[in-house]
């Protein structure tokens, strides 16, 4: 059959990204506490394609990421865009997955157990000569107002929002040591199921830890350099409870 994607181009105009978007697929990441997890990934996978290549085959990323979806590892994440890059003749291929995360958290009295999900991303690059995979973590958190404690008689506003953070993989972590460092930086993290005695603990525990996005962003700053990453930024964001506004904080490092 005529391979018409092989054939010239003569329009000589290069594209840096062409290939899949928004494929769903079963995946299995590594767990701290259960080996692995099974979850559904949204991934997009691109090469770049020369100026002389009319296209590129589009079924050929998805056998590729087909033989690694049972393995979506941090430490295998690069090799599968290796592969898709050597196969398609490319100079560079570059992959993103988004997939929920679930972590059984107790609740901090009565220990009742739920789910809670994070929402987490691979993202990476490989090309011929080198290669970046980053991983980013979006965890719900609940912050409570310093200055509403500071000035009001009857306590303080409160409001549910969520840090997010990306980090430059350099060496094997769990995602969640991240995930607990972050939620220790909110005035107090979340949970899915809360009896009386646990709902009593968290809203005093928030009152004795007020925070603004700066304060957080800050805390979980220090957290992921005392974790040793060599790059990365941090988000926080609320909804705020009594301002028509969601109120915002950014930091990045770099080694």
């Given at each position: 059959m005529i391979d018409i994607q092989s054939t010239p181009d003569t329009r000589a105009v290069p594209l840096q990204k062409v290939g899949v978007k928004n494929?769903?697929?079963p995946i299995q990441v590594l767990d701290k506490n259960h080996k692995t997890q099974n979850t559904t990934g949204t991934i997009n996978l691109f090469v770049n394609l020369p100026h002389n290549f009319k296209g590129t085959h589009m079924s050929r990323f998805i056998e590729v990421f087909h033989k690694h979806h049972n393995d979506i590892s941090m430490n295998n994440f690069l090799e599968m865009l290796e592969e898709i890059r050597s196969k398609l003749q490319a100079e560079r291929a570059f992959g993103?997955?988004?997939?929920?995360?679930f972590i059984?958290?107790?609740?901090?009295v009565t220990k009742s157990a739920g789910l809670m999900e994070y929402q987490c991303s691979y993202e990476g690059e490989a090309t011929t000569n080198d290669s970046k995979f980053f991983i980013s973590i979006k965890v719900p958190i609940s912050t409570l107002c310093p200055c509403s404690k500071a000035i009001s008689e009857y306590g303080a506003h409160n409001q549910r929002g969520f840090v997010k953070i990306k980090v430059l993989y350099s060496k094997f972590f769990w995602i969640e040591d991240v995930i607990s460092m972050i939620e220790?930086?909110?005035?107090?993290s979340l949970y899915s199921v809360l009896k009386r005695q646990d709902e009593k603990f968290v809203t005093e525990h928030a009152?004795?830890?007020?925070?603004?996005?700066?304060d957080v962003v800050r805390e979980v700053y220090l957290g992921l350099k005392q974790m040793d990453f060599k790059w990365f930024t941090v988000e926080a964001e609320t909804e705020e409870s009594i301002h028509y506004h969601n109120a915002y904080a950014c930091a990045q490092y770099e080694e």
């Amino acid at each position: 059959m005529i391979d018409i994607q092989s054939t010239p181009d003569t329009r000589a105009v290069p594209l840096q990204k062409v290939g899949v978007k928004n494929v769903r697929y079963p995946i299995q990441v590594l767990d701290k506490n259960h080996k692995t997890q099974n979850t559904t990934g949204t991934i997009n996978l691109f090469v770049n394609l020369p100026h002389n290549f009319k296209g590129t085959h589009m079924s050929r990323f998805i056998e590729v990421f087909h033989k690694h979806h049972n393995d979506i590892s941090m430490n295998n994440f690069l090799e599968m865009l290796e592969e898709i890059r050597s196969k398609l003749q490319a100079e560079r291929a570059f992959g993103r997955i988004t997939f929920p995360y679930f972590i059984e958290k107790a609740a901090p009295v009565t220990k009742s157990a739920g789910l809670m999900e994070y929402q987490c991303s691979y993202e990476g690059e490989a090309t011929t000569n080198d290669s970046k995979f980053f991983i980013s973590i979006k965890v719900p958190i609940s912050t409570l107002c310093p200055c509403s404690k500071a000035i009001s008689e009857y306590g303080a506003h409160n409001q549910r929002g969520f840090v997010k953070i990306k980090v430059l993989y350099s060496k094997f972590f769990w995602i969640e040591d991240v995930i607990s460092m972050i939620e220790s930086c909110a005035s107090t993290s979340l949970y899915s199921v809360l009896k009386r005695q646990d709902e009593k603990f968290v809203t005093e525990h928030a009152y004795d830890n007020p925070r603004f996005v700066e304060d957080v962003v800050r805390e979980v700053y220090l957290g992921l350099k005392q974790m040793d990453f060599k790059w990365f930024t941090v988000e926080a964001e609320t909804e705020e409870s009594i301002h028509y506004h969601n109120a915002y904080a950014c930091a990045q490092y770099e080694e």
